[in-house]
Nanobody, 119 residues
Framework: QLQLVESGGGLVQPGGSLRLSCAASGFTLDYYPIGWFRQAPGKQRELVAAITSGGSTNYADSVKGRFTISRNNAKNTMYLQMNSLKAEDTAVYYC?????????????WGQGTQVTVSS
């Protein structure tokens, strides 16, 4: 069974840092383009960072220079290092893989991991 599980969220002050993890099972994580998404209260889910099979990365303008996406192939795990966090980064964060044609590896996005940036 293909599975992705997010972890690492929590409460952090503005300017602080968190590292999120996305553990994959049932497939090789670097086979598909894979990324981190987030959904804030009252807003639609958005892509914040992605990494391709070849290692190319892309970031939403709002997180460029602050977030870094990476993966550890030996652990089959993807990470999102989040620095200089802002209140507007508060959201539920999810990971998913892009199969193309608007389809994702996870048909159901699950619960994600909550990131709250607040004083």
């Amino acid at each position: 069974q293909l599975q992705l599980v997010e972890s690492g969220g929590g409460l952090v002050q503005p300017g602080g840092s968190l590292r999120l993890s996305c553990a994959a099972s049932g497939f090789t994580l670097d086979y598909y383009p894979i990324g981190w998404f987030r959904q804030a209260p009252g807003k639609q889910r958005e892509l914040v960072a992605a990494i391709t099979s070849g290692g190319s990365t892309n970031y939403a303008d709002s997180v460029k220079g602050r977030f870094t996406i990476s993966r550890n192939n030996a652990k089959n795990t993807m990470y999102l290092q989040m620095n200089s966090l802002k209140a507007e980064d508060t959201a539920v964060y999810y990971c998913n893989a892009d199969l193309g044609k608007g389809r994702y590896l996870r048909d159901h996005w699950g619960q994600g991991t909550q990131v709250t940036v607040s004083s």
